[in-house]
Structure formats: structure tokens, C-alpha cells
């Protein structure tokens, strides 16, 4: 998105027209007119005034920068003494409690029982544990996940898990030559997802819920749902300070180019790969977590999830994933039409539904630049 982009954006999230931003620069509004059409660019005391009136940081401002909405979503932050307590009705001589990042919709910690390590999840909803439970059964014995080995509910209605420890870091917390090093140990995880077949008494597309079964009849019927409005209901954008043109560009690219996608694929897609689900130790792939996402399948949607939030810190990975799976135009155009769907699903949980995300401004960004650039770059 070029920096005229940006900044309607940032106005019109933050409910101004130009007239009022004008006037409060003292400014015509053919001047700032200009700026967001990209027929020239702000000063720098000007772009200093615009982020105090947008009431945004430099940084916000211009760079688009990734973050989440909201620090924390959970109903009810749960003490440590409320963690322990329930923690020790199920492991009375547990030990050395460690909180880690859990994300925003949960609490993780570590603790040790006996000689033993395990993982104690409180916060999210209990249907996403019992889908995580299903993702152990299924595919333990070829992929490293974790074991969810009790699930239970509180008389408040909060949800917490007991799952086995997978040893390893995050790859966001790798160093440098740490994320090049373990480049082709991701590649080969990739390929042992993409050979495990759907069990076959599981039904249906699209994300599936804690038995297995998902809604949607066909692949093609998931891909386009994001543009039937008897299923996403996109009326209230604007009002949510979104500028509805990114939505309604995408979605024809995304009508536009649909036919192409493989109508039978049918892989477990993990739904939401990144640099904080997948674990590593020693070059090797030590764990994939938080399957909340995951549905059924072309997988190259999980390809094509990388290549769209594009990590800085993948990016070895990510020109590997290039290099191996878009080698013809047919690909480059369904791994196209996958990263539409991604950013308008994310545009529409964030913005319409208020669910937690990253920030909404980064997101239409980035779906302008897919479809400046992406399927027709060399």
C-alpha cells in the first residue's frame, strides 16, 4: 500500500473527513486530497500532525507495522493462585509453574510432575481444546503435537487443557542462522502434512469441528463463501472504519480467478503456520501447535498463509516455499486466490465480527500489494 493509502485509511478509521483533518492542519483540502492520492507527500511536520490527530504512532502511521488488536481477549484473566487451584485438583504435587506465551486468547504455563512435563492451558474455548485433542489422535504418529490428555470446565464455564510438553523454541525466537538452518526440516514437515489423508469416515471442507467433520460440501464452496453474503455479511464495514474498496477489489479478483482451484483436494491443513506454532531443536522440527484453524483441504492453503503474512522472520523459509510449490502460473494463480480468501477472512473477523487480530490497516495493506504484485511477478 503506498503511504497516500495509508494515510485514508488511518483517516477514516479514525472517523475524520477531509474537510475536518484540513481544517485542523490548517491545510486546504485539495492539499491533503493530494497526499492520499499519491500526487505528492507530507512534510515531515505535517506527517507529525496527522499522527497526533489520528492519535497513532510514527511508526503506525506510515509502516503499516503488524500488531494485535487488544492486549488480552479472555472474559477473566485468571491469578496465579487461581491457576495453581486448579491446576492441583487434577495434579496436587505439581511443581515449578512457569507461565509462557499463550497467545491471546489463553493462558499457558509449564509445570513438572514427577519427572514429567506438561502444558496447562486455561482461557480458550473448550470446543477449540477438544479439536486439538482430535489433531493428537489423528496425527501423532506421523507429526510431533502434543497430546491434550484432559480437558475440563470450571463452574464459571472456563475451559482449561493438560496436554503433553514438546521440547523446542518457537522459530520467533530463533536467531538468524538458527531460521536458515532449519529451513529444510520445515520443508520436510510440510510434505509429511500434505501425504496424511483425511480419516474417511470425516465429512465435508473447511474448517472442522472437534469430531472431525466439517460444514462446507465442496473446497470450492469454502474458497468462495467469503463472498456469499448469506454466509459473511460484509454491510457494515465502512461504518467499522474500514474503506470497503480493498474488500470488494479482492473479492472480484478472488470470482475472477476461483475456477482454477482444484476441486478435490482434500489434505488436513494446520490453518494458521507460522514462526509461533512451529517448535524447533537441534535443526529438527520438535512440535506443531495450536490447531484452533485447522480445516480440510488443498494444502497449499497453508503455503500460501505463510507467503501472505509474510514474517520477516521466514522469509529463507518463505523463498523456499516459493522456489518448490509455485512453478507454474495454475499454482501461482490458486495460491493467489488463497491469499485473497485468508486476508478477507481475517478483514472479516476483525472488523465485522470483533474477534481479536492483527491490525486492520496492515491486513488491507498487504491484499492491496497481493494483488498489485503477486501473480504476475517474476
Given at each position: ?109 509449564l509445570f513438572e510432575d514427577g519427572k514429567q512435563h506438561f502444558i496447562f492451558q486455561v482461557g480458550n474455548q473448550h470446543e477449540s481444546y477438544k479439536k486439538e485433542q482430535f489433531i493428537g489422535k489423528e496425527l501423532m504418529k506421523w507429526l510431533p503435537v502434543r497430546n491434550v490428555l484432559e480437558i475440563n470446565q470450571d463452574d464459571n464455564g472456563i475451559a482449561y487443557s493438560i496436554s503433553t510438553f514438546i521440547e523446542g523454541e518457537k522459530l520467533y525466537d530463533l536467531n538468524s542462522q538458527e ?200
Amino acid at each position: 500500500m503506498y503511504i497516500g493509502e495509508k494515510l485514508k485509511l488511518r483517516r477514516k478509521k479514525a472517523g475524520f473527513t477531509q474537510e475536518q483533518v484540513a481544517e485542523k492542519m490548517n491545510i486546504t483540502r485539495q492539499t491533503l486530497s493530494n497526499w492520499e492520492v499519491g500526487k505528492n507527500y507530507p512534510d515531515i511536520d505535517s506527517i507529525i500532525s496527522l499522527s497526533q490527530i489520528y492519535n497513532l504512532s510514527l511508526d503506525e502511521l506510515l509502516l503499516g507495522k503488524i500488531h494485535f488488536k487488544g492486549e488480552f481477549v479472555m472474559n477473566k484473566r485468571l491469578t496465579l493462585d487461581e491457576i495453581t487451584a486448579l491446576l492441583k485438583k487434577h495434579y496436587p504435587t505439581a511443581i515449578n509453574m512457569k507461565e509462557l506465551n499463550g497467545g491471546l486468547v489463553s493462558q499457558t504455563y509449564l509445570f513438572e510432575d514427577g519427572k514429567q512435563h506438561f502444558i496447562f492451558q486455561v482461557g480458550n474455548q473448550h470446543e477449540s481444546y477438544k479439536k486439538e485433542q482430535f489433531i493428537g489422535k489423528e496425527l501423532m504418529k506421523w507429526l510431533p503435537v502434543r497430546n491434550v490428555l484432559e480437558i475440563n470446565q470450571d463452574d464459571n464455564g472456563i475451559a482449561y487443557s493438560i496436554s503433553t510438553f514438546i521440547e523446542g523454541e518457537k522459530l520467533y525466537d530463533l536467531n538468524s542462522q538458527e531460521l536458515l538452518d532449519i529451513v529444510p526440516a520445515v520443508l520436510e514437515t510440510l510434505e509429511t502434512l500434505e501425504s496424511i489423508e483425511v480419516p474417511v469416515d470425516k465429512q465435508g471442507y473447511g474448517y472442522f469441528d472437534s469430531n472431525g467433520n466439517a460444514s462446507y460440501p465442496t473446497w470450492l464452496n469454502f474458497i468462495g463463501a467469503v463472498y456469499n453474503n448469506d454466509i459473511y455479511n460484509w454491510s457494515s464495514l465502512e461504518q467499522k472504519g474500514l474503506d470497503s474498496e480493498v474488500v470488494h477489489q479482492a473479492m472480484k479478483e478472488l470470482k475472477s480467478h476461483i475456477k482454477n482451484i482444484p476441486i478435490s483436494s482434500r489434505n488436513i491443513v494446520h490453518g494458521d503456520l507460522g514462526s509461533f506454532n512451529l517448535l524447533a531443536k537441534n535443526n529438527k522440527v520438535t512440535g506443531i501447535i495450536d490447531w484452533s484453524l485447522s480445516l480440510y483441504g488443498d494444502h497449499l492453503y497453508d503455503k500460501a498463509n505463510i507467503l501472505f503474512w509474510n514474517e520477516k522472520k521466514l522469509q529463507p523459509l518463505i523463498k523456499e516455499i516459493t522456489n518448490k510449490y509455485i512453478t507454474t502460473f495454475e499454482t501461482r494463480e490458486i495460491v493467489y486466490c488463497y491469499m485473497l480468501r485468508i486476508g478477507l477472512e481475517e478483514l472479516y473477523n476483525t472488523v465485522i465480527r470483533e474477534f481479536v487480530g492483527y491490525d486492520i490497516e496492515w491486513v488491507a495493506n498487504r491484499l492491496n500489494e497481493i494483488m498489485r504484485n503477486f501473480l504476475y511477478q517474476k
